[in-house]
């Protein structure tokens, strides 16, 4: 069975713009969470989606957001890009809430 | 919301020794506790987990232990190899919270595990 894929898996960018970065979860997976992870805060939740559904939200601003469509792909939005924003962008799927997450190869965001 | 504290941040040890690394949480909620691996430039790899309505669960050389009365986890890995060599990531989350959905990972900042030849 393949696992999580994202693409791009390396996007420069410069303040201001925005950007979408794109996961597929395992075939009959239907959870998708995102993670930030930077070395100063290392791996942060962002938030999780199920059958459409935004269930779960961690603590970033309103600039993140996300989605999540039928076939359970999901895509992440991120507005107003800042430099801060620079990191590795981290999504996981699962096969149901509450199962063991499996990461994908991650999205390195290059804000300059 | 939960807090995940994580020790060592290094921690270096001779091939063949044992290594342990500990975590505590904060949120008595928190019901889940997974452990990952990241090799540089790789992915998190789930390597173990244990839900607490057990104390403790082994796989081969890897082990992790949780005292939900004092709040924290470990993870032990005996007769370490090269391979071992990695940083690893405790988390915790709650599965289901009171809204009847799962939180997010709340994840420990890591320990870079350095296996000694």
């Known amino acids: 069975k393949a696992g999580v894929t994202q693409t791009p898996r390396y996007l420069i960018k410069t303040r201001g713009q925005q950007v979408t970065l794109s996961c597929s979860p395992i075939?009959?997976?239907?959870?998708v969470s995102w993670y930030q992870q930077t070395p100063g805060q290392g791996l942060q939740f962002l938030f999780e989606?199920?059958?459409?559904?935004?269930?779960n939200k961690g603590n970033f601003p309103g600039r993140f957001s996300g989605r999540q469509f039928s076939n359970s792909r999901s895509e992440m939005n991120v507005s107003t890009l800042e430099l801060g924003d620079s990191a590795l962008y981290l999504c996981a799927s699962s096969l149901y809430m509450g199962n063991e997450q499996f990461f994908g190869p991650g999205t390195r965001l290059t804000v300059l | 919301g939960e807090n995940v504290e994580q020790h060592p941040s290094t921690l270096s040890v001779q091939e063949g020794d044992s290594a342990v690394i500990k975590c505590t949480y904060s949120?008595?909620?928190?019901?889940?506790f997974p452990w990952y691996k990241q090799e540089l430039g790789k992915r998190p790899q789930l390597i173990i987990d244990i839900r607490s309505n057990v104390g403790e669960k082994k796989d081969q050389r890897i082990a992790v232990t949780l005292n939900k009365t004092a709040k924290h986890f470990s993870l032990h890995i005996t007769e370490t190899q090269p391979e071992d060599s990695a940083v690893y990531f405790c988390a915790a989350s709650s599965h289901w919270n009171s809204g009847g959905g799962a939180d997010g990972l709340t994840f420990g900042k890591g320990t870079h595990l350095i296996i000694q030849p």
């Open positions: 075939s009959g997976h239907r959870s």
């Open positions: 949120d008595s909620a928190s019901n889940y």
């Open positions: 989606y199920f059958s459409e559904t935004q269930r």
